[in-house]
């Protein structure tokens, strides 16, 4: 059984630019929720993804999106980069959409110049 | 809509002296509760979480929490910490059976010889 894999695991873009993060679920699940933990805050989430439809969304703004796919992995993608997007971010999967056991991968750590 | 409060940012502990972190929460509804663990540069690991049932629920590693509504907390405490306890702990709650994990700000446990 293979846990959640993000990839890459560190990233620097400019400001302005656009990023894709990627996830890979763990085998079984079919549900991948994406969170923003800033530096020394705990994280936020942004919106997660079930059978490849999203199913609820934080408060993060349109320039936010995501995709799953039939495989159940998932990308997140930030358009329009700015400075305040530098953070870790976290991908969970969980099964049917709950959260009585989410696991996460280990981050991506985004920053932004 | 739901909230955690963290009270604590930094707890520091002498090795083998027991150890409480606090947690408070705020909900209108019924929740699940959770404790995660985060080391450096590493994603959240779950540690413990109340679903129903029992109010005191155990990890494998010695910690225990216990869930009292009607002071709305879910205190994490260890009757003996150890170097490697060293790390991250954010508290986080969701509605039962809904889908976004809402976090603490988080406490940093430090465990010095």
């Known amino acids: 059984e293979t846990g959640v894999t993000q990839s890459p695991t560190h990233l620097i873009k400019t400001r302005g630019q656009q990023v894709t993060l990627r996830c890979s679920s763990q085998s079984g699940h079919n549900t991948v929720s994406w969170y923003q933990q800033a530096l020394g805050q705990g994280p936020q989430f942004i919106f997660q993804y079930y059978r490849e439809e999203e199913n609820g969304r934080g408060n993060f703004p349109p320039r936010f999106s995501g995709l799953q796919f039939p495989n159940y992995s998932s990308e997140l993608n930030v358009n329009a980069l700015e400075l305040d997007d530098s953070a870790l971010y976290l991908c969970a999967s969980s099964l049917e959409g709950m959260n009585t056991e989410a696991f996460f991968g280990q981050g991506t750590r985004l920053t932004v110049v | 809509a739901q909230s955690v409060t963290q009270l604590d940012s930094q707890v520091p502990v002498f090795e083998e002296a027991p150890v409480e972190l606090r947690c408070n929460y705020s909900?209108?509804?019924?929740?699940?509760l959770f404790w995660y663990v985060q080391y450096p540069n590493q994603g959240l690991q779950l540690l413990l979480k109340?679903?129903?049932?029992?109010?005191l629920v155990e990890s494998i590693n010695g910690f225990e929490a216990e869930f009292n509504k009607s002071q709305t907390s879910f205190h994490l405490r260890k009757p003996s910490v150890h170097i490697s306890d060293t790390a991250e702990y954010f508290c986080?709650?969701?509605?039962?059976?809904?889908?976004?994990?809402?976090f603490g700000t988080g406490t940093r446990l430090l465990v010095s010889p």
């Open positions: 986080a709650v969701t509605p039962s059976g809904f889908q976004k994990l809402v």
């Open positions: 909900s209108s509804v019924s929740v699940y």
């Open positions: 109340y679903l129903s049932g029992s109010t």
